[in-house]
C-alpha cells in the first residue's frame, strides 16, 4: 500500500465510497444526501491542508485521508483530519496506514496536536484505532450524533500531541 498526495483526478474514484459512507449516515456529520460538488470541496482540501489517498499497487483508491488546522489564528497550530475507507477494503489497514501518515504530515508542517472534534461513540473500531494511535477521549457530547441504527449516541472530542 502506498500512501500519496490526492490529485484531482483521484475524485472520481474516492466519491463512489464517499457517498455510500455519508448516505449510510453512522459515521460522519454532513448532510446524508451531500451532493458530489459540495463534497468535493469539504474533502479536497487547499493549502494549508492536504489530501492523501491510500492505494493498491494497482493504483486503486482504497481509502482516503485530510488534514489541515483545526482552527485559524492562534489556535492553527492544532491539527484535524477525517477518515475514509472503502467499505470493500475495511480490515486491510488502510484506516491505520492513513492515521499514522496524518499524524507524520501534521508533525512535518509544525502542529502541536492534533484533536478530532467529532467521532462518533458507536464507531468502535474507529475509536480503538485512535486510542491505539495515541489520541485520548478528551470529552463526549451527550446525544450529540443522531445515529440511524442505534439512535443519539455520543459525540467523542480525541485529542494527542505531536
Known amino acids: 500500500m502506498l500512501i500519496r498526495d490526492a490529485s484531482g483526478e483521484d475524485w472520481a474514484a474516492i466519491w463512489p465510497f464517499f457517498r455510500r459512507i ?13 451532493d458530489e460538488e459540495m463534497a ?5 482540501l487547499p493549502p494549508p491542508g492536504h489530501t492523501a489517498v491510500a492505494v493498491d499497487g ?6 482516503t485521508a485530510n488534514v489541515g488546522p483545526n482552527h485559524g489564528g492562534p489556535a492553527a497550530h492544532v491539527a484535524t483530519a477525517s477518515f475514509m475507507v ?15 501518515h496524518a499524524l507524520g504530515w501534521a508533525r512535518g508542517e509544525g502542529y502541536r496536536a492534533m484533536q478530532f472534534n467529532a467521532v462518533v461513540e458507536s464507531n ?39
Request: proline share 4%.
Open 58 to 63: 494497482d493504483g486503486v483508491v482504497l481509502g
Open 40 to 44: 468535493r470541496k469539504l474533502w479536497m
Open 86 to 100: 472503502d467499505p470493500e477494503h475495511a480490515g486491510e489497514g488502510v484506516g491505520r496506514a492513513l492515521g499514522e
Open 124 to 162: 468502535a473500531r474507529a475509536v480503538a484505532l485512535w486510542r491505539s494511535l495515541g489520541f485520548e477521549i478528551l470529552a463526549t457530547v451527550p446525544e450529540g450524533f443522531d445515529h440511524p441504527v442505534d439512535g443519539y449516541v455520543g459525540l467523542h472530542i480525541m485529542y494527542r500531541r505531536l
Open 22 to 34: 455519508v448516505a449510510a449516515g453512522e459515521t460522519f456529520s454532513y448532510d446524508r444526501d451531500l
